[in-house]
């Protein structure tokens, strides 16, 4: 059923904006799906409601806000409370945050990044993909972490290999 509510929304487009955003003003209680809802239809007038939400004090909800804020590609505002989130409680919201960091695409996020390589696998795993799109500087801290030992140095090792055979067969 949500396949299909999501699928009948990207349909209508822009024009589907303004009602989902009406929606989302008159909740007093927002579920992660609201929050999954505005990155799958990529509404980015909507990054206050996700800002907002990623202060929250459900966690699956803050995940979900910072989830929507990595496929939108995340402001300033949103690059500070992602920042700011790689010391939360909860591994799932560290995961996305540091996603979200990823599509910012400031080389100012590689050292906060790379010492997610330490956290628990999920976000030391989402740190590592943000490190490889962050391009250069990015590869560079991988490199580092790389010549290691442990699983940091295991991991940035699978994602420098990674990052380097889609290079050789022309991807992104």
Excluded: C
């Amino acid at each position: 059923q949500k396949v299909r509510i999501i699928e009948a929304l990207q349909h209508a487009g822009a024009a589907a904006g303004p009602a989902v955003l009406a929606h989302l003003d008159a909740q007093t209680h927002v579920p992660q799906e609201l929050a999954d809802l505005v990155g799958h239809l990529r509404l980015s007038s909507a990054m206050d409601h996700l800002i907002r939400w990623t202060g929250d004090s459900n966690p699956a909800l803050r995940a979900a806000a910072f989830r929507a804020i990595g496929i939108l590609g995340p402001d300033e505002r949103a690059y500070y409370h992602a920042l700011k989130a790689l010391g939360d409680d909860d591994a799932d919201v560290r995961a996305m945050a540091a996603r979200a960091l990823g599509r910012a695409g400031l080389g100012a996020a590689v050292p906060y990044l790379s010492a997610q390589l330490d956290n628990e696998w999920k976000v030391a795993v989402e740190a590592a993909l943000s490190l490889r799109a962050l391009g250069p500087l990015g590869f560079a801290a991988l490199e580092s972490r790389a010549a290691g030992e442990g699983d940091a140095a295991d991991l940035a090792k699978h994602v420098l290999w990674e990052g380097r055979l889609h290079a050789t067969a022309g991807n992104p």
